[in-house]
């Protein structure tokens, strides 16, 4: 991994970016663009390198990737960013294959252009990317709190349903008694109910 110095002048304003590059020959260039279009703070990597490895030292806010041809190993690499430090991710290539298309996609990229990076292409194509990004783990996290009411709640029905027929309760009743049970014990209902269900399995 390769620290591109440059001048710290708003450098604020701009994205980290961490740069991956099956070329030595393209990194001047590329560094070059960069700089005209503003963007003073990039780290540059080898494509042959640890992507995920970089991306938790560096901690940019956007990963370029600049290759001939997404590889199998690149792709599987940001498959792995995807999951465990997932970042909006920029591919420059010439491959015009639907299926390396999809599978870029699949692996967790947010822009993928053709015919590689220009300097009135780099801009738009980070603030898409970001804008994406963005759009996609607002998305995601909505669709992991709903996953969890939905997970809670059932948990809770299944726990008054247990203390309707072990106390002769109606549901209010039930909801109540779990209620009152979590507020003395300073827990969640959710987590208390799970604890009822818990008990009845060990007790039968």
């Known amino acids: 991994m390769e620290h591109l110095a440059h001048p710290k002048n708003n450098m604020h304003e ?7 590059d099956d070329s030595t020959e393209r990194l001047q260039s590329m560094k070059t663009t960069l700089n005209e ?15 995920l490895d970089e991306v938790r030292g560096v901690n940019p806010d956007i990963i370029l ?5 997404p590889s199998r ?10 999951l465990e430090e997932p970042r909006p991710v920029v591919l ?21 252009l ?3 990076i220009s300097p009135e292409r780099v801009r738009p194509a980070i603030e898409i990317a970001m804008a994406t990004f963005k759009s996609f783990q607002k998305l995601r996290k909505e669709l992991d709190q709903a996953r969890t009411s939905l997970h809670e709640q059932k948990t809770i029905n ?10 002769q309760l109606n549901e209010n009743d039930a909801y109540h008694f779990l209620r009152k049970l979590a507020m003395g014990r300073k827990q969640k209902i959710s987590e208390v109910a799970h604890d009822i269900i818990a008990l009845k399995d060990i007790i039968g």
Request: net charge negative; with cysteine.
């Open 65 to 69: 990737v600049d290759v001939e041809s």
């Open 37 to 51: 279009c503003g963007y003073l703070e990039v780290f540059a990597m080898s494509a042959q390198g640890v992507i």
């Open 158 to 167: 299944q726990a008054k349903a247990i203390l309707m027929k072990k106390r």
């Open 92 to 112: 420059f290539t010439q491959d015009q294959n639907v299926q390396s298309i999809h599978a870029a996609i699949e692996s967790g990229v947010s822009a993928y």
């Open 73 to 82: 190993d690149t792709l599987e690499q940001l498959t792995l960013v995807r």
């Open 114 to 116: 053709l015919d590689g």
């Open 14 to 20: 701009k994205p980290k970016i961490l740069l991956v």
